[in-house]
């Protein structure tokens, strides 16, 4: 059973010593929590009632909270103009009504990315405010080793969430919060409920949307989208204030999408960027659920106390375009999911709420991790209270300020690790400001980039600014060695006349690496016959 608790007081910066113990008493609870699994795990929001029903409950006025999670969406796999001096921005196929609706209600981030270029590195991010490198958990399919026989070996990552970490559901709830995911975990341990959350659909993976395809829930967007209206409902009426994540499984397994939506997409033609009718109709599924969403909260009279969020876990799987991702085109970005190109990272980014601008735009470079503080802030969580090594910065004075300012951070500039071969070979990157660097360890090469120029990153600018160029490869080679990053090592068994293989879709099955698909080809065409003579 579910229970929805009310909050006890907490005020923020007026907090009188029963706030204090609220406090102290719901950093124990998710301790408690932590050292009880395995023994039988109590919900933490049982242990919140348990100690804190005799002090008096108070409900405050903190705004609630939902944030919605696409999957492998593009920054430009929307109608939602992403850039206003970019018309392909947006998609040339696919319609999004609902989330232009969104939109024009809030506040667009025209430099907003997810953590990570592929999808549980994400997730592990949004729950603990950390970034995947410093988190250790960089890829979603199994580590390779030297027998795929590629010229580098990835240090092994972890793949589930650990015991110890404290996860902003824990944070949300010792604050008073009722909290609630529903859709796609993909982070394992024990899954939601065991990580703060009173209510979910579980531990859940990639492969729990295959069983959704009716026609009147496809991959399960009406089915998550009315739970969590009626988790909203409750937590209304109970006078406690929410958070709830919503991880849609759009756009994975496209082909269970709505038949109607697909004679609808079909009837229209195909775009010349975009052009699978079975990706469009899926995509415009999920804009439905989001409009289940939007409907919901108006209905229930929740608009003026909530923040709506909508965010892409990565960047498109590179079969969403017909024309490729690594040459000039239509297209605006280089890259895809698998990479840390602008096409692998950069995502669809807009959050809806009290004291945001309609219509309105921010182009500050934002990541995924900077919720945790934000949702802090709104919560009005104390600093101390928050958990010791958060790498992401508050939102709020941009939301609050037409999206201007800037987001302070730990650490300056946003960087992006992916030691591991996927779509492309292992790299990482480091935005500052209107630049960024990408360095590549098969052959130690950099490419730099001006992005308020050159958003498709076709235009190398190392050579004709190597101190621009050199300060941000240490900068980023420092962070990275600050937190003992993992690093791709040298496969000394690497038999370039041999072919090299690759774990793909979760490490369920192993296929040829293809390295002419590896952005670093523009710039360095040279070195894949070099490491790769057999292609």
């Not at 999808?119 to 960089?138: D, E, F, H, I, V």
């Not at 409009?291 to 709506?308: A, K, Q, S």
Request: include cysteine.
């Amino acid at each position: 059973m579910t229970v929805i608790h009310k909050p006890t007081n907490y005020k923020g910066n007026s907090m009188g010593h029963s706030d204090r113990l609220f406090l102290d008493l719901g950093q124990t609870v998710f301790r408690i929590k932590r050292s009880w699994r395995g023994l039988g795990y109590l919900s933490i929001s049982v242990l919140s009632m348990l100690l804190i029903t005799p002090l008096e409950a108070d409900s405050a006025d903190r705004p609630n909270i939902v944030l919605l999670i696409s999957d492998d969406q593009a920054w430009y796999g929307t109608s939602v103009q992403m850039h206003p001096d970019l018309p392909n921005s947006k998609s040339d196929f696919y319609h999004t009504p609902r989330l232009e609706e969104l939109a024009q209600q809030g506040m667009r981030f025209s430099s907003g990315y997810a953590p990570a270029t592929v999808c549980a590195p994400t997730r592990a991010s949004l729950q603990t405010g950390m970034s995947p490198a410093k988190n250790l958990w960089t890829k979603a399919a199994h580590s390779i080793t030297a027998k795929n026989n590629l010229s580098l070996i990835p240090m092994p990552h972890r793949r589930s969430i650990n015991a110890e970490e404290v996860t902003i559901a824990e944070v949300l709830s010792a604050a008073g919060y009722t909290t609630a995911h529903y859709g796609k975990w993909h982070i394992d341990g024990g899954g939601p409920e065991a990580n703060g959350y009173d209510e979910s659909d579980g531990n859940t993976a990639n492969r729990d949307a295959d069983p959704f395809d009716k026609p009147d829930n496809p991959l399960d967007v009406i089915g998550m989208s009315n739970r969590a209206l009626d988790f909203m409902r409750r937590a209304d009426e109970a006078d406690t204030p929410f958070f709830i994540q919503l991880s849609y499984y759009p756009l994975h397994v496209e082909q269970n999408a709505s038949p109607e939506t697909v004679a609808r997409v079909e009837a229209r033609g195909a775009g010349t960027v975009h052009y699978d009718a079975l990706v469009a109709a899926i995509t415009e599924d999920l804009d439905t659920g989001v409009g289940v969403i939007i409907d919901g909260l108006e209905r229930l009279n929740l608009n003026d106390n909530t923040f709506l969020i909508y965010m892409g876990d990565n960047g498109h799987r590179d079969k969403d375009n017909r024309i490729t991702s690594n040459a000039l085109s239509e297209a605006p970005l280089l890259g895809a999911k698998g990479n840390v190109s602008e096409g692998g990272i950069r995502v669809p980014f807009i959050i809806r709420g009290p004291g945001i601008d309609s219509n309105s735009w921010s182009h500050v470079p934002v990541v995924g991790y900077d919720f945790f503080p934000t949702f802090t802030e709104w919560a009005e969580v104390e600093t101390g209270q928050v958990p010791q090594g958060i790498e992401g910065g508050s939102l709020v004075s941009l939301l609050e300020n037409n999206g201007q300012g800037e987001v302070v951070r730990p650490n300056e500039g946003l960087v992006f690790h992916f030691p591991h071969y996927q779509d492309g070979s292992p790299q990482s990157a480091i935005r500052l400001n209107d630049y960024k660097l990408i360095k590549y360890y098969e052959g130690n090469k950099i490419v730099l980039f001006d992005l308020s120029k050159d958003v498709g990153e076709q235009h190398n600018l190392a050579e004709r600014m190597p101190v621009k160029a050199a300060e941000l490869e240490l900068r980023l080679d420092r962070y990275l060695a600050s937190i003992n990053a993992h690093l791709p090592r040298p496969n000394l068994d690497f038999d370039p006349e041999k072919p090299s293989e690759i774990s793909v879709g979760g490490g369920v099955g192993i296929v040829p690496y293809p390295p002419h698909n590896d952005p670093k080809h523009v710039y360095f065409p040279y070195l894949a016959p070099l490491i790769y003579p057999n292609l």
